[in-house]
């Protein structure tokens, strides 16, 4: 009688399969952990099962086995000759309810310590950048590998992307919520569209590391290019970059004098590159407002528009997932020995297949190897004898700059995302420092070279050696367009022509 009025309860469909259901799950969950820390690893679709899936199924098969004795003993209550009271009663001199009570206890913290280990793992995991880098494999794969390689590699993309505290972590499960919907309906966008809207403000992520107090005023840094020549001519700029240190300070002058004044700005387009108006608040309380004296807006258009408070991210803005210009990369390539600069026009014929449009990955990769075996077949086959081995390894580097830089899946390039620091590829400075933002009063921001940087020193074929240079000489005579014409309107678009005949992204 008792089996069948107590026992008997969990004889059901519903209860026994949640009993499957919930003893499997907590073997998985088991298994799979034990694995991770066997292996040492993190696999982002294991991670997705041992801490999502297996779990839920857990919780629900425990759900199912009481949702199933409660439906069989209101079966059993309808019948007038069971006599079963509305509400279960544990008496404990009872040996089998007591059995069942201490199976019942030891069966709750066994599943509690489960579901808790795995919930504790789940949260690491969700913090983690295989999480957010590799789960969705296409549509962050160009992040993923931008950030791999960059200075910010050991910094989980929560660091940054997050930081401390619950309001932003919830904040930034809600947004994943609508961002994993959008993969689910391949809804998204490719490429990802930057910036991200309500960014947490860079004064609660980035100054954990760098923080104003610590800044330091100037910096001497060594620019090394390299000429798409048949020598591959070496060119150096030895320059003396003022940063800036502390704010408040006499030596607040420079690059992060920014971070120590509050400036406001507003942009009319979402990348931020046009920015017609430009406000200073000073330390006496004054504002001065900076207009675009070619597309000014009228107080109507300043009073309604949104205004940002610049910080560190209007310039940093690509402080991890970094894209670098093909010219860029063979120059580094170079630096580090990994290219044999003995390869005649090695980097001119690399950049031209770089730059060159391409629907796949594969279809690249063969296209770069095919391309660069040709061209020295065809015009230095003796290079090909004497250099065979080098030959080969450049190839593989420059399969490899086009594997971190170019994306087809996503139509991500390197030069899909503008950064802003510097000037050179992008706008960056000048969209406010291009000598054509007024204020009423007649000051103006200038474009002076000299406010950011003094060149000490430049090396390149059209200098004579040891001629001492007091401002940067192009490498092609281009008159005063030095001036008048950002570098970015040149060297954005790799593989156009420039004057002299070099290619942007070569320079």
């Not at 950048?129 to 931008?146: D, N, Q, R, S, Y």
């Not at 001065?288 to 560190?312: F, G, N, S």
């Amino acid at each position: 009688m008792p089996l069948r009025k107590y026992a008997g309860y969990a004889w059901n469909l519903i209860s026994l399969f949640g009993m499957v259901i919930a003893i499997t799950a907590a073997g998985l969950i088991i298994a799979f952990l034990s694995f991770e820390a066997i292996i040492g690893m993190e696999k982002p679709y294991l991670g997705l099962l041992t801490y999502f899936l297996f779990p839920g199924m857990l919780i629900l098969g425990l759900l199912l086995v009481p949702l199933g004795a409660y439906r069989v003993r209101e079966k059993r209550r309808a019948i007038p000759e069971e006599d079963i009271l509305p509400f279960p009663q544990v008496d404990f001199n009872d040996p089998h309810k007591r059995r069942l009570f201490i199976f019942f206890v030891l069966a709750t913290i066994v599943f509690l310590l489960i579901v808790s280990v795995a919930s504790i793992k789940g949260y690491e995991f969700t913090e983690s950048t295989t999480f957010c880098g590799e789960l969705c494999h296409t549509v962050m794969e160009p992040e993923h590998t931008a950030w791999s390689n960059s200075p910010h590699a050991k910094v989980k993309c929560v660091e940054c992307h997050v930081g401390p505290g619950a309001e932003w972590y919830v904040k930034a499960k809600i947004s994943g919520l609508r961002q994993l919907v959008a993969v689910a309906l391949h809804t998204y966008s490719r490429p990802i569209e930057t910036p991200i809207a309500n960014l947490r403000p860079a004064r609660d992520t980035c100054e954990h590391c760098h923080w104003p107090e610590k800044f330091y005023f100037g910096r001497q840094k060594v620019f090394a290019h390299y000429a798409p020549n048949e020598e591959n001519t070496p060119r150096e700029i030895d320059m003396l970059l003022k940063i800036g240190g502390t704010p408040g300070t006499a030596h607040n002058k420079g690059i992060h004098w920014h971070i120590g004044s509050v400036v406001n700005y507003i942009a009319t387009d979402r990348k931020r590159i046009e920015i017609p108006y430009v406000a200073v608040h000073g330390a006496d309380g004054k504002v001065v407002e900076y207009l675009d004296t070619e597309k000014p807006l009228t107080r109507q258009q300043i009073d309604k528009a949104e205004k940002r408070t610049m910080d560190c991210i209007d310039c940093h803005n690509r402080p991890t997932h970094i894209y670098r210009a093909p010219g860029t990369e063979m120059d580094e390539a170079f630096m580090a020995g990994r290219i044999d600069r003995g390869i005649p026009y090695v980097k001119k014929v690399a950049v031209g297949l770089l730059t060159r449009p391409y629907k796949s990955r594969e279809e690249a990769q063969q296209a770069i190897a095919a391309g660069m075996q040709e061209y020295y077949a065809k015009n230095y086959p003796q290079i090909l004898q004497t250099k065979g081995a080098a030959v080969q390894q450049a190839i593989a580097q420059v399969q490899e700059m086009y594997a971190k830089n170019f994306f087809p899946r996503m139509n991500v390039a390197w030069n899909t995302y503008p950064n802003f620091i510097g000037h050179f590829y992008t706008p960056g400075c000048f969209r406010c420092h291009d000598g054509k933002h007024k204020s009423a009063d007649g000051r103006v921001i200038s474009k002076d070279c000299n406010i950011c940087h003094v060149v000490l020193a430049q090396k390149q074929e059209n200098i004579p050696a040891g001629t001492k240079v007091n401002a940067f000489v192009h490498p092609v005579d281009i008159g005063d367009e030095i001036m008048k014409t950002n570098c970015s309107e040149c060297h954005s678009a790799g593989g156009q022509d420039v004057p002299g005949g070099e290619s942007h992204a070569a320079r």
